[in-house]
């Protein structure tokens, strides 16, 4: 019985250490740490927590990479800066909610920053890939006293923040990995600016590679690739309380931001059908993107060569080195007397608004308001709108030299620069100049396309005039001029479709070249032979102005008579004499087929040498087709 009771209650630890196994796959607690050997999975099997190593690197990081992708990609890492020599560390979680590494020694290389407490902690791994310390009651992300996505690595994932919380002054933000195998803090960091201005920085340690230029409203003035689209939805806050910027995705697929060791903000979306990572894009475009590089004043557009351009009213301050290529020197005002009467704001479109030393910003000020504002400070070097809220009011103003501005036609804003009062007048000239050009160039055009107009008006008229004098679609010579010149009668159309019967199968006596014979008999109770010209026979005016010449001339009683032709609409058609079959192999019975032919074939050759001398004698007026 003993024994019996012994079995019984192994069993019922065993099914209760297999229940709370399989339930607590996503946590750890204070009494269940997490060694080197195991890992804990997301509920949904997207995330997986554990140590690593990358190739043959004897460190191990604690991290958290996708669970079910043929590719380790690692999107957190705990201990960067500390990692372990060994596979002896452990994960463990305090009663007060800490969050510890520990190795083979018992020494805390790393722990988690929590500066609140649960009655029940546990650590949790979510679905999204957030890492959280919470209270096991209470679910309420709003409660959690310590998450992952609060301490980012070279990784944004679709609702993780990248910015800054103003009440605890915690700053979120990426940091790039040392090397492909080295997730050691690099060089490179990507964080929102938290100076008011709120835009996207670049920076290699401390050194400003590239910014955003400030959002307003949908997306950052410089990156037009950060605003919707089929992929992704950027969300950008700032309110009293916080600064950031986040994305969620339009398809259930692994997508992430990912700062490179190289300074490269890339967006990748994980490809089934070929099991890799997609490239959908790099924040920083092309050259231009580059912080300064046109210096103060200077102005960057990719389309053009060289890149570097001053704005209007500005020139070189250094123009030797320009001519080098070398635009790190800026512009300077042509005429530096601002501040005086007479002076005014240049517009300039489609910008990534400038940078500058100092900047004032007011979100509820209008446009009009903002000119005024910056006319009383003669440090005012520009302004322009910034509607941070959608309201449709905000304005900046910029104290000091402007630099970094680019062209961004697709998304750009208006820039309004300060100009001393010969600027603008250089610019008014100018402006009156183009205009003029326009304007003579616009009438130009307008008058040669009424000239072309009326030319092409006088030759449709003159084309109808034409026709209406006429027979309907007739490409033929009137009758007087036929009948002078053929000296043959013209039969009309209708004449020759009642003699054959509407051009019936039945009177149809055989077909050549040229087209169908047809047997016809005319009102007068004459029969004629028919040859209609066929579409397909290749044959037209020409082919039929030889025959008429040819045949009206050879005029033989052993040879057919011509009687006559039909030139109407698009009909072509010869109508000869009549002749029963055989009639003339009866006139020169006994002569054999072969024979036959030979004779016919010769007798045509003679008349038509004959012809052809004759017609070298003397000239005679012929049937011309028009």
């Known amino acids: 019985m003993g024994k019996l009771k012994g079995n019984l209650l192994f069993l019922l630890s065993v099914v209760s250490l297999f229940l709370e196994s399989s339930v607590a796959v996503d946590t750890?607690?204070?009494?269940?740490?997490l060694n080197d050997s195991h890992t804990i999975v997301s509920a949904g099997q997207k995330f997986e927590l554990g140590f690593f190593n990358i190739g043959n690197s004897s460190g191990r990081f604690l991290g958290i990479w996708y669970k079910n992708l043929p590719v380790q990609t690692v999107v957190w890492v705990g201990n960067r800066g500390f990692p372990l020599i060994n596979s002896s560390g452990v994960l463990t979680l305090g009663n007060d909610g800490r969050l510890t590494i520990v190795n083979e020694s018992g020494s805390i290389i790393w722990s988690s920053?929590?500066?609140?407490?649960?009655?029940?902690?546990?650590?949790?791994?979510?679905?999204?890939?957030?890492?959280?310390?919470?209270d096991a009651a209470d679910d309420n992300d709003e409660n959690y006293i310590w998450k992952s996505f609060d301490y980012p690595s070279d990784t944004?994932?679709?609702?993780?923040?990248?910015?800054?919380?103003?009440?605890?002054?915690?700053?979120?933000?990426?940091?790039?990995?040392?090397?492909?195998?080295?997730?050691?803090?690099?060089?490179?960091?990507?964080?929102?600016?938290?100076r008011g201005l709120p835009q996207l920085v670049l920076r290699k340690g401390s050194t400003e590679q590239f910014r955003s230029g400030p959002w307003y409203g949908t997306q950052f003035s410089g990156v037009p690739v950060l605003q919707v689209n089929p992929v992704f939805t950027p969300i950008f806050v700032s309110n009293a309380d916080e600064v950031y910027y986040s994305y969620n995705i339009t398809a259930n697929?692994?997508?992430?931001?990912?700062?490179?060791?190289?300074?490269?903000?890339?967006?990748?979306?994980?490809?089934?059908?070929?099991?890799?990572?997609?490239?959908?894009?790099?924040?920083?475009q092309d050259r231009c993107d580059n912080y300064g590089l046109c210096g103060s004043y200077g102005i960057c557009n990719i389309n053009k060569t060289p890149n570097c351009d001053c704005l209007k009213g500005f020139e070189p301050k250094l123009?030797?080195?320009?001519?080098?290529?070398?635009?790190?020197?800026?512009?300077?005002?042509?005429?530096?007397?601002?501040?005086?009467?007479?002076?005014?704001?240049?517009?300039?479109?489609?910008?990534?608004?400038?940078?500058?030393?100092?900047?004032?910003?007011?979100?509820?000020?209008?446009?009009?308001?903002?000119?005024?504002?910056?006319?009383?400070?003669?440090s005012?070097?520009?302004?322009?709108?910034?509607?941070?809220?959608?309201?449709?009011?905000?304005?900046?103003?910029?104290?000091?030299?402007?630099?970094?501005?680019?062209?961004?036609?697709?998304?750009?804003?208006?820039?309004?620069?300060?100009?001393?009062?010969?600027?603008?007048?250089?610019?008014?000239?100018?402006?009156?100049?183009r205009k003029n050009v326009?304007?003579?160039?616009?009438?130009?055009?307008?008058?040669?396309?009424?000239?072309?107009?009326?030319?092409?008006?006088?030759?449709?008229?003159?084309?109808?005039?034409?026709?209406?004098?006429?027979?309907?679609?007739?490409?033929?010579?009137?009758?007087?001029?036929?009948?002078?010149?053929?000296?043959?009668?013209?039969?009309?159309?209708?004449?020759?479709?009642?003699?054959?019967?509407?051009?019936?199968?039945?009177?149809k006596i055989g077909e050549g070249g040229f087209g169908p014979v047809y047997k016809g008999e005319l009102q007068s109770g004459q029969e004629v032979a028919v040859k209609r010209l066929a579409e397909n026979s290749g044959q037209g005016l020409q082919e039929l102005k030889n025959e008429v010449i040819l045949i009206s001339k050879l005029q033989h009683r052993n040879l057919v008579k011509l009687l006559g032709c039909c030139i109407e609409r698009e009909e072509r058609m010869l109508i000869y004499e009549y002749m029963l079959n055989r009639s003339l192999d009866s006139l020169i019975f006994g002569i054999s087929t072969f024979y036959l032919i030979l004779m016919l074939y010769l007798l045509q050759v003679y008349l038509t040498i004959s012809f052809i001398l004759k017609l070298a004698i003397s000239i005679e007026p012929c049937c011309f087709l028009h």
């Not at 750890?28 to 740490?33: G, R, V």
């Not at 997508?255 to 979306?269: D, M, N, P």
């Open 156 to 194: 944004l994932l679709p609702g993780m923040k990248l910015g800054w919380n103003k009440k605890t002054g915690l700053n979120r933000y990426l940091t790039s990995w040392k090397s492909s195998v080295d997730p050691s803090p690099g060089e490179y960091t990507y964080s929102v600016d938290p």
């Open 319 to 378: 123009s030797k080195d320009w001519d080098v290529l070398d635009w790190s020197g800026g512009c300077v005002r042509k005429d530096p007397h601002i501040c005086q009467e007479g002076e005014g704001f240049l517009k300039f479109t489609g910008l990534k608004l400038p940078d500058a030393s100092q900047f004032r910003v007011n979100v509820s000020m209008k446009i009009e308001d903002c000119e005024a504002e910056c006319l009383k400070n003669c």
């Open 253 to 284: 697929i692994p997508s992430r931001f990912v700062l490179s060791q190289s300074g490269s903000v890339q967006h990748l979306s994980w490809n089934d059908r070929h099991s890799n990572w997609y490239l959908i894009f790099t924040v920083q």
């Open 28 to 33: 750890i607690t204070p009494a269940h740490s």
């Open 438 to 507: 326009t304007i003579a160039t616009s009438i130009s055009v307008a008058s040669a396309m009424i000239i072309l107009a009326l030319i092409g008006w006088f030759v449709i008229w003159k084309k109808k005039i034409i026709r209406a004098n006429q027979p309907e679609n007739q490409v033929t010579i009137s009758k007087v001029e036929s009948q002078e010149d053929l000296e043959l009668p013209l039969f009309e159309f209708a004449t020759i479709q009642a003699a054959t019967n509407n051009f019936s199968a039945s009177n």
């Open 113 to 134: 920053n929590s500066f609140q407490t649960a009655k029940r902690p546990v650590a949790q791994l979510l679905d999204t890939g957030n890492f959280v310390v919470k």
């Open 380 to 433: 005012c070097a520009a302004y322009a709108q910034f509607d941070i809220r959608g309201t449709g009011n905000g304005c900046v103003t910029w104290y000091g030299d402007l630099i970094d501005i680019r062209e961004v036609p697709e998304s750009g804003q208006d820039l309004y620069v300060r100009m001393a009062a010969s600027a603008l007048e250089s610019h008014a000239d100018t402006s009156n100049k």
